[in-house]
Protein backbone atom coordinates (compact mmCIF):
# COMPACT_ATOMS: atom_id res chain seq x y z
CA UNK A 1 0.00 0.00 0.00
CA UNK A 2 1.28 3.55 -0.86
CA UNK A 3 2.68 5.44 2.22
CA UNK A 4 0.69 8.32 2.95
CA UNK A 5 2.03 11.76 2.27
CA UNK A 6 2.68 14.51 5.31
CA UNK A 7 -0.84 16.01 4.21
CA UNK A 8 -2.52 12.56 4.63
CA UNK A 9 -1.08 11.53 7.84
CA UNK A 10 -2.76 13.76 10.03
CA UNK A 11 -6.71 12.76 8.97
CA UNK A 12 -5.42 9.37 11.14
CA UNK A 13 -6.84 11.18 13.19
CA UNK A 14 -9.88 10.80 12.13
CA UNK A 15 -9.70 7.48 10.95
CA UNK A 16 -8.28 7.59 7.08
CA UNK A 17 -5.97 9.05 4.59
CA UNK A 18 -5.83 9.93 0.93
CA UNK A 19 -3.42 9.45 -1.70
CA UNK A 20 -3.33 9.21 -5.40
CA UNK A 21 -1.87 5.85 -7.68
CA UNK A 22 1.87 5.96 -6.41
CA UNK A 23 2.35 4.81 -10.28
CA UNK A 24 4.19 7.06 -13.12
CA UNK A 25 2.39 7.84 -15.09
CA UNK A 26 -0.81 7.18 -12.35
CA UNK A 27 -2.80 4.14 -13.52
CA UNK A 28 -6.03 6.21 -12.19
CA UNK A 29 -6.91 9.53 -11.54
CA UNK A 30 -9.31 8.82 -8.83
CA UNK A 31 -8.25 9.66 -4.71
CA UNK A 32 -8.20 6.22 -2.94
CA UNK A 33 -9.09 6.41 0.99
CA UNK A 34 -7.08 4.04 3.29
CA UNK A 35 -8.80 3.40 6.51
CA UNK A 36 -9.64 -0.12 9.02
CA UNK A 37 -12.93 -1.17 7.75
CA UNK A 38 -15.65 -2.65 9.96
CA UNK A 39 -13.63 -6.21 11.08
CA UNK A 40 -10.52 -3.51 11.61
CA UNK A 41 -8.44 -4.42 8.67
CA UNK A 42 -6.66 -2.02 7.12
CA UNK A 43 -8.32 -1.47 3.44
CA UNK A 44 -7.71 0.66 0.56
CA UNK A 45 -10.68 1.61 -1.75
CA UNK A 46 -11.18 4.12 -4.81
CA UNK A 47 -13.38 7.38 -3.80
CA UNK A 48 -14.34 7.02 -7.95
CA UNK A 49 -13.80 11.23 -7.92
CA UNK A 50 -10.58 13.07 -8.74
CA UNK A 51 -11.45 15.71 -6.93
CA UNK A 52 -10.33 15.90 -3.43
CA UNK A 53 -12.65 18.04 -1.03
CA UNK A 54 -15.60 15.27 -2.58
CA UNK A 55 -12.89 12.23 -1.77
CA UNK A 56 -12.43 13.52 1.59
CA UNK A 57 -16.14 13.80 2.24
CA UNK A 58 -16.28 10.08 1.17
CA UNK A 59 -13.57 9.10 3.41
CA UNK A 60 -14.87 10.65 6.28
CA UNK A 61 -18.51 8.47 5.41
CA UNK A 62 -16.55 5.56 4.91
CA UNK A 63 -14.31 5.94 7.91
CA UNK A 64 -17.42 6.56 10.82
CA UNK A 65 -19.51 3.84 9.14
CA UNK A 66 -16.44 1.29 9.59
CA UNK A 67 -15.75 2.87 13.06
CA UNK A 68 -19.83 2.45 13.89
CA UNK A 69 -19.35 -1.54 12.23
CA UNK A 70 -16.66 -2.24 14.61
CA UNK A 71 -18.54 -0.65 17.78
CA UNK A 72 -21.70 -3.03 16.25
CA UNK A 73 -23.94 0.03 16.49
CA UNK A 74 -24.05 0.07 12.43
CA UNK A 75 -25.48 -3.44 10.30
CA UNK A 76 -24.42 -3.75 7.00
CA UNK A 77 -27.33 -2.32 5.22
CA UNK A 78 -26.97 0.98 6.92
CA UNK A 79 -23.86 1.14 6.08
CA UNK A 80 -24.67 0.97 2.81
CA UNK A 81 -27.55 3.45 2.96
CA UNK A 82 -24.90 5.85 4.42
CA UNK A 83 -22.78 5.30 1.49
CA UNK A 84 -25.84 5.80 -1.02
CA UNK A 85 -27.19 9.11 0.74
CA UNK A 86 -23.58 10.14 0.10
CA UNK A 87 -23.55 9.45 -3.43
CA UNK A 88 -27.61 9.98 -4.05
CA UNK A 89 -28.26 7.13 -5.85
CA UNK A 90 -28.07 3.26 -4.86
CA UNK A 91 -24.79 1.64 -4.79
CA UNK A 92 -24.02 -1.61 -6.57
CA UNK A 93 -21.45 -3.72 -4.95
CA UNK A 94 -19.87 -6.22 -7.29
CA UNK A 95 -19.35 -9.53 -6.94
CA UNK A 96 -16.28 -11.45 -8.30
CA UNK A 97 -18.50 -13.75 -9.63
CA UNK A 98 -21.31 -10.94 -11.00
CA UNK A 99 -18.00 -9.08 -12.49
CA UNK A 100 -16.70 -11.30 -14.37
CA UNK A 101 -19.77 -12.80 -15.68
CA UNK A 102 -21.15 -9.55 -16.98
CA UNK A 103 -17.74 -8.73 -18.55
CA UNK A 104 -17.98 -11.84 -20.30
CA UNK A 105 -21.37 -10.70 -21.75
CA UNK A 106 -19.79 -7.34 -22.44
CA UNK A 107 -16.54 -8.83 -24.02
CA UNK A 108 -18.67 -11.10 -26.67
CA UNK A 109 -19.80 -8.60 -29.34
CA UNK A 110 -15.64 -7.42 -29.77
CA UNK A 111 -14.29 -11.16 -30.25
CA UNK A 112 -14.94 -14.23 -32.42
CA UNK A 113 -16.57 -17.15 -31.31
CA UNK A 114 -13.32 -18.96 -30.77
CA UNK A 115 -11.65 -16.37 -28.36
CA UNK A 116 -15.02 -16.37 -26.15
CA UNK A 117 -15.19 -19.73 -26.03
CA UNK A 118 -11.68 -19.24 -24.69
CA UNK A 119 -12.40 -16.29 -22.24
CA UNK A 120 -15.52 -18.93 -20.71
CA UNK A 121 -13.03 -22.09 -20.34
CA UNK A 122 -10.76 -19.75 -18.31
CA UNK A 123 -13.73 -17.70 -16.36
CA UNK A 124 -15.25 -21.11 -15.95
CA UNK A 125 -12.38 -22.82 -14.24
CA UNK A 126 -11.50 -19.54 -11.99
CA UNK A 127 -15.08 -19.68 -10.51
CA UNK A 128 -15.27 -22.90 -10.25
CA UNK A 129 -11.77 -22.76 -8.29
CA UNK A 130 -13.37 -19.89 -5.83
CA UNK A 131 -16.27 -21.57 -4.93
CA UNK A 132 -18.64 -19.23 -2.55
CA UNK A 133 -15.63 -16.87 -2.30
CA UNK A 134 -16.66 -15.97 -5.60
CA UNK A 135 -19.37 -14.21 -4.41
CA UNK A 136 -17.34 -11.60 -1.70
CA UNK A 137 -16.72 -8.19 -3.37
CA UNK A 138 -14.03 -8.02 -6.00
CA UNK A 139 -11.78 -5.60 -4.59
CA UNK A 140 -11.38 -8.63 -1.83
CA UNK A 141 -9.71 -11.05 -3.87
CA UNK A 142 -6.38 -11.34 -3.61
CA UNK A 143 -2.96 -12.52 -5.64
CA UNK A 144 -2.98 -15.53 -3.17
CA UNK A 145 -6.53 -16.56 -4.44
CA UNK A 146 -5.04 -16.92 -7.98
CA UNK A 147 -1.55 -18.32 -6.91
CA UNK A 148 -3.93 -21.09 -5.79
CA UNK A 149 -5.64 -21.72 -8.75
CA UNK A 150 -2.83 -21.13 -11.32
CA UNK A 151 -0.95 -24.21 -8.52
CA UNK A 152 -4.16 -26.49 -8.71
CA UNK A 153 -4.39 -26.33 -12.62
CA UNK A 154 -0.51 -27.88 -12.74
CA UNK A 155 -1.18 -29.97 -10.58
CA UNK A 156 -3.81 -31.22 -12.57
CA UNK A 157 -1.13 -31.92 -15.65
CA UNK A 158 -2.14 -28.76 -17.47
CA UNK A 159 1.20 -27.48 -19.91
CA UNK A 160 2.91 -24.02 -18.12
CA UNK A 161 1.90 -22.79 -22.05
CA UNK A 162 -1.85 -23.77 -21.34
CA UNK A 163 -1.93 -22.44 -17.72
CA UNK A 164 -0.11 -19.33 -18.36
CA UNK A 165 -2.54 -19.15 -21.52
CA UNK A 166 -5.60 -18.89 -18.90
CA UNK A 167 -3.63 -16.16 -16.61
CA UNK A 168 -3.25 -13.94 -19.20
CA UNK A 169 -6.87 -14.02 -20.16
CA UNK A 170 -7.74 -13.60 -16.20
CA UNK A 171 -5.92 -10.42 -16.51
CA UNK A 172 -7.81 -8.67 -19.04
CA UNK A 173 -11.14 -8.22 -16.92
CA UNK A 174 -9.08 -7.24 -13.99
CA UNK A 175 -7.43 -4.67 -16.34
CA UNK A 176 -10.27 -3.55 -16.65
CA UNK A 177 -11.94 -3.30 -13.54
CA UNK A 178 -8.37 -1.59 -12.54
CA UNK A 179 -8.62 1.22 -15.10
CA UNK A 180 -12.52 1.74 -14.07
CA UNK A 181 -11.64 2.60 -10.70
CA UNK A 182 -13.25 -0.67 -9.09
CA UNK A 183 -10.03 -1.85 -7.70
CA UNK A 184 -6.66 -0.37 -6.32
CA UNK A 185 -4.52 -3.09 -8.00
CA UNK A 186 -4.74 -6.25 -10.44
CA UNK A 187 -4.54 -9.12 -8.00
CA UNK A 188 -3.31 -11.35 -10.64
CA UNK A 189 -0.82 -8.74 -12.48
CA UNK A 190 2.78 -10.14 -13.49
CA UNK A 191 4.44 -9.18 -10.30
CA UNK A 192 1.46 -10.32 -7.90
CA UNK A 193 1.42 -13.87 -9.89
CA UNK A 194 4.36 -15.09 -11.82
CA UNK A 195 3.86 -17.54 -14.99
CA UNK A 196 4.58 -21.01 -14.69
CA UNK A 197 7.90 -21.76 -15.79
CA UNK A 198 7.81 -23.88 -18.70
CA UNK A 199 10.92 -26.67 -18.43
CA UNK A 200 9.75 -29.43 -20.51
CA UNK A 201 10.16 -26.45 -23.33
CA UNK A 202 13.47 -25.09 -22.36
CA UNK A 203 16.03 -26.41 -24.68
CA UNK A 204 13.49 -27.23 -27.14
CA UNK A 205 14.44 -26.77 -30.77
CA UNK A 206 10.84 -26.51 -33.57
CA UNK A 207 11.33 -27.95 -36.59
CA UNK A 208 8.98 -28.84 -39.41
CA UNK A 209 7.56 -32.34 -40.17
CA UNK A 210 8.76 -34.56 -42.92
CA UNK A 211 7.15 -35.61 -45.79
CA UNK A 212 7.65 -39.42 -43.96
CA UNK A 213 6.29 -37.86 -40.90
CA UNK A 214 3.08 -36.20 -42.69
CA UNK A 215 2.26 -39.58 -44.23
CA UNK A 216 2.64 -41.35 -41.16
CA UNK A 217 0.88 -39.08 -39.37
CA UNK A 218 -2.14 -39.19 -42.33
CA UNK A 219 -2.35 -43.25 -42.22
CA UNK A 220 -2.85 -43.27 -38.32
CA UNK A 221 -5.37 -40.85 -38.75
CA UNK A 222 -9.11 -42.46 -37.43
CA UNK A 223 -11.11 -40.45 -39.99
CA UNK A 224 -10.86 -38.85 -43.69
CA UNK A 225 -11.40 -35.37 -42.15
CA UNK A 226 -8.29 -35.12 -40.11
CA UNK A 227 -6.09 -36.76 -43.14
CA UNK A 228 -7.54 -33.81 -44.84
CA UNK A 229 -6.54 -31.21 -41.39
CA UNK A 230 -3.61 -33.02 -41.62
CA UNK A 231 -2.60 -32.12 -45.14
CA UNK A 232 -3.97 -28.62 -45.06
CA UNK A 233 -1.58 -28.31 -42.25
CA UNK A 234 1.22 -28.75 -43.87
CA UNK A 235 0.77 -27.69 -47.19
CA UNK A 236 -0.11 -24.31 -46.21
CA UNK A 237 2.03 -23.68 -42.65
CA UNK A 238 -1.60 -23.07 -40.82
CA UNK A 239 -2.32 -24.39 -37.39
CA UNK A 240 -4.26 -27.30 -37.03
CA UNK A 241 -7.28 -24.99 -34.98
CA UNK A 242 -7.16 -22.38 -37.78
CA UNK A 243 -7.23 -25.45 -40.64
CA UNK A 244 -10.34 -26.78 -38.68
CA UNK A 245 -12.22 -23.29 -38.63
CA UNK A 246 -11.52 -22.61 -42.48
CA UNK A 247 -14.81 -22.32 -44.86
CA UNK A 248 -15.26 -22.26 -48.31
CA UNK A 249 -15.42 -18.57 -48.55
CA UNK A 250 -11.64 -18.12 -48.00
CA UNK A 251 -10.50 -20.52 -50.84
CA UNK A 252 -9.88 -19.51 -54.32
CA UNK A 253 -9.46 -22.15 -56.50
CA UNK A 254 -9.26 -20.35 -59.44
CA UNK A 255 -5.98 -18.47 -57.88
CA UNK A 256 -5.05 -21.52 -55.93
CA UNK A 257 -5.17 -19.02 -53.22
CA UNK A 258 -6.34 -19.34 -49.62
CA UNK A 259 -7.20 -15.91 -47.77
CA UNK A 260 -7.41 -16.35 -44.00
CA UNK A 261 -6.63 -14.43 -40.61
CA UNK A 262 -5.13 -16.85 -38.58
CA UNK A 263 -7.22 -16.72 -34.48
CA UNK A 264 -3.95 -16.48 -33.01
CA UNK A 265 -3.21 -13.22 -35.21
CA UNK A 266 -6.27 -11.86 -34.78
CA UNK A 267 -6.20 -12.51 -30.99
CA UNK A 268 -2.74 -10.57 -30.60
CA UNK A 269 -2.62 -8.60 -33.38
Request: net charge positive; proline share 6%.
Amino acid sequence: MPKPTPTDKANWGQGYSLNKDAHDPPRSLFWYVSFRDQRGRRVRKSAKTADRMEANKIAMKWAEAAHAGREKSLSEIQCRKVLADLFGKPLHYRTCRDYLLDWLKDVKASVDENTHRMYETTIGSFLEHLGNSADKELEDLTPTDVRMWRDKLTAKGLSAPTVNGHLRVLRIPFNRAHDLGYIPTNPCGTKAVKPVRDDARGDVEKDVFTPEQISKLIAAAPREDWKGTIMCGYFTGLRLRDCVDLRWRSVDLDKEVIRVTPNKTRRYG
